[in-house]
Every structure is written in C-alpha cells, then in structure tokens.
C-alpha cells in the first residue's frame, strides 16, 4: 500500500476475510469513487510469481518529470524518462510488476483513444 500511495493512489475501500486474504480497492485523484485499481493478498497462496504475460500498468500523471522527481526522493526508484511519444517512465513494484508513468504531450486529450493507435503493419 505504501508503494501505492507513493504513486498517488487512494484506498476507497477494502474487504479482510478471516483466512488473512483481503482486496484493497484504489483509484486515482479525479476518479470519484470508481475502482482503477484493486491489489489482492492471498497468503495462502504463498509468494506472488510475475511473469504471466500480463506486462505493465500504465498511470497518467500531469508532469512526469516533477512526479519521477518526487518519487525518487522518497525512495521509489525510476528508470529514465523516454520521448518516444508520449513521455514515459517505467518503474517496478514490490513485487516487481513493471508500472509505466505517463506524461501526455502538450494539447493532447486526457484520455487514450483510438487516435493513439497506429495500425500494425505485417
């Protein structure tokens, strides 16, 4: 949770269970009360494996550079800020799942949409 929050999420809500499991739902500032987010714990379960083929969450921040800035300063470790469009910064987890940070260029909508999308040549 504390990676989390570090990131700018919320909690709205959480349900325990009385084997130790418990859903922590979280969203963003902005997103009212709808749910982008929810980290499971399931103890039972053991330790988490990556590498399922899910490959990285994506966060939409106002100013990537001052974000990574303060991210840094509080221990959360940023790779480097990449231009290849929007600008972008990938970062891990605690449990090393890949989350990029988002920067939308000057003039663009706040939203991905299919504008966004190039076609796939073979």
């Known amino acids: ?3 989390y929050r570090k990131l700018g999420f919320r909690e709205i809500g959480q349900v325990t269970f009385g084997d130790g499991s418990a859903l922590v739902m979280l969203n963003l500032p902005g997103d009212g009360e ?3 987010l929810e980290l499971v ?3 039972a379960l ?5 590498g399922n083929g899910f490959s ?3 966060v939409q921040v106002e100013d990537l550079a001052a974000t990574v800035s303060d991210l840094q300063s509080n221990g959360v470790p940023c790779g480097p800020i990449e231009h290849p469009g929007p600008a972008v910064c990938n ?3 605690p449990d090393g799942y890949r989350i990029e940070l988002v920067e939308w260029p000057p ?4 939203e ?3 504008a966004d999308f190039r076609p796939l040549t073979a």
Do not use: C, Q
């Open 56 to 58: 990285h969450i994506a």
């Open 91 to 93: 970062l891990r987890d």
């Open 41 to 43: 714990h399931k103890p």
């Open 112 to 114: 991905m949409t299919s």
């Open 107 to 110: 003039g663009h909508p706040d």
């Open 1 to 3: 949770m504390d990676f």
């Open 46 to 50: 053991g330790a988490v494996e990556s």
């Open 34 to 36: 709808v749910v982008t």
